[in-house]
């Protein structure tokens, strides 16, 4: 059997793949904690995992706090310095008279995320920083396909969609929405309904589903755990909202639509058929009675982002 440091990295749809340099009971309680929601590349030294960020295999660095005292300062140093764009989290399951020296010296190096796992709230801690991972990748995506069907937003109409796909804080209602507009919720509404646009809430809402069939390609998360990720009251409350807005179950939906799907569906309802419009429109400084107009003889094309 080849070791962990010569495997291939799985590639399951959803996973997050981890580099992590753990003791061997660490790794196990790793695995089983973040089941469904992680890939683990189980190093051995800080230069298995410098080759695995080189060569785009780990989009996380896992380090565990009691394993550190054996690596080299300056590896951890060049990782942090290397790769400043992925997050690095310091694991730390047990207390050791090193223990305080060691955090310190990981925080002066750079990694100022710490998950304290030394009581079982810190493993939820650790599945929702994978979980955000993965909604941090699907924001990449969601924005760079929005940002080719709508090449001349404006950054008014470009914050609202920022909004509607940044994993934090999560914004499900329109009052959250209208809040981090600097406006009232019922200005923001009212100006999509002159505008002839769906509704904000129609905007959230598939924001939300998206999000949620991403999670979904975890076959480790159940509807209940997504639920509660996303912030729903509960899976009863999160089954309604399918249910009225896709018109079918939550196990149909999971069966249906991934994360890129219902990115497709997304774009189909609220941005295509909306083009014109929304290359115009301004949700947090529109003038009062605005209506797009089409340009003589042509539709209006999407001005330059202002």
Known sequence: MPSDSKRRPRTRPGCTPVSTILTP?????????AHGLCDALHRESLDEV????????????????????SQNSSRVAAMVREFPRVPAVALLTETQSSTPHTTLALGQLGIRTLVDARMPAGWQTLRNILASQGSSDLQRSAL????????????DCWRFFELLFDPSPKISTVRQLARHLNILPSTLMSRFFRARLPAPKRYLSLARLIRAARLFENPGLSVA?????????????????VRTV????????????????MLQYFRTELILPYVDILCGFRPSAAYPGWIPKPQSGESSRCRERQ
């Open 25 to 33: 009971l660490e790794r196990s309680r790793v695995d089983a904690a």
């Open 50 to 69: 410098l080759s695995d960020l080189r060569e785009q295999k780990a989009k996380l660095v896992l380090i565990s706090v009691t394993r550190y005292g």
């Open 144 to 155: 760079s396909q929005i940002s080719l069907d709508l090449p001349g937003v404006s950054k």
């Open 225 to 241: 755990r997504v639920a509660n990720h996303l912030d729903y009251s509960s899976p009863q409350s999160f089954g309604r909202h």
């Open 246 to 261: 896709m018109k079918m179950s939550p196990v149909v939906f999971r069966s249906t639509y991934d994360g890129q799907g």
